[in-house]
């Protein structure tokens, strides 16, 4: 069964840091390119970050561009998203996804596999 799970999350202060991390059961994260996306209550789901197959490529959401890193860790199996300077309007559910897409736009309907979502909350 291919399942991802999320990691990570909570209560932030401004200015804070979280590292999100998505674990992978069922199959190697290594052929799949993966994203992180969010949602936030009334809003539509959004790509924060993506991250080819490779490695060799990422995209950032303009919003997130320089606070927020996503990497990957072929030995633990594992993605993560390293979010610095966190602002009020990070507050959302972030989920990450995997998909087989040759393509890095950071959308939602390029990834087949999600996870359940952690709550992240950005508040003093």
């Given amino acids: ?5 999320e990691s990570g999350g909570g ?7 979280l590292r999100l991390s998505c674990a992978a059961s069922g199959f190697t994260l290594d052929y799949y390119a993966i994203g992180w996306f969010r949602q936030a209550p009334g809003k ?9 197959s490779s490695g060799g490529r990422t995209k950032y959401a303009d919003s997130v561009k320089g606070r927020f ?9 594992t993605v ?6 966190q602002k ?13 897409t ?10 087949e596999y999600w ?5 992240v909350t950005v508040s003093s």
């Fill in 69 to 77: 890193t996503i990497s990957r860790d072929s030995a633990k199996n």
């Fill in 44 to 52: 539509e789901r959004e790509g924060v970050a993506c991250i080819s």
């Fill in 88 to 100: 009020p309007e990070d507050t959302a559910v972030y989920y990450c996804a995997a998909g087989t």
């Fill in 1 to 5: 069964q291919l399942q991802l799970v």
């Fill in 102 to 111: 040759a393509q890095v736009m950071c959308v939602p309907w390029e990834y």
């Fill in 115 to 119: 996870g359940q979502g952690t709550q």
């Fill in 11 to 17: 209560l932030v202060q401004p200015g804070g840091s």
């Fill in 80 to 85: 993560y998203l390293q979010m610095n300077s």
